[in-house]
């Protein structure tokens, strides 16, 4: 069984950088490399949001407009690990960050919660001002 873990989140204050991690276990990189990843965050009392995400081949990758500019998504297909990289963070950035593997092998960047079958426990990030 597949399973993605988190890591890497923490305190911080507002300016400040994280990294956060994604690591498949139970996957092949062959296998990793087939899907595309995706980071979501969920803030006390507001529904689960796309942050980013990016193609099974690292192609293209795509951000919400609160981030763009400031997250950068990466892979490494040989280490089954996803990464967002978090720059000039903000109070409103506080939440827990969910990665998730999309549904479908070797498919176009997709958004959307329901397009993701596979997550995370998630990893919380705080951001103080």
């Known amino acids: 069984q597949v399973q993605l873990v988190e890591s890497g989140g923490g305190s911080v204050q507002a300016g400040g950088s994280l990294t956060l991690s994604c690591a498949a276990s139970?996957?092949?990189?062959?296998?990793?490399?087939?899907?595309?990843m995706g980071w979501f965050r969920q803030a006390p009392g507001q529904e689960r949001e796309f942050v980013a995400a990016i193609r099974w081949n690292g192609g293209s990758r795509h951000y919400a407009d609160s981030v763009k500019g400031r997250f950068t998504i990466s892979r490494d297909n040989d280490k089954s690990t996803a990464y967002l990289q978090m720059n000039s963070l903000k109070p409103e950035d506080t939440a827990v960050y969910y990665c998730?593997?999309?549904?479908?092998?070797?498919?176009?960047?997709?958004?959307?919660?329901?397009?993701?079958?596979?997550w995370g426990p998630g990893t919380q990030v705080t951001v103080s001002s």
């Open positions: 998730a593997r999309q549904r479908v092998r070797f498919s176009a960047l997709r958004t959307g919660l329901n397009e993701y079958d596979l």
């Open positions: 139970g996957a092949s990189g062959r296998t990793f490399s087939e899907y595309g």
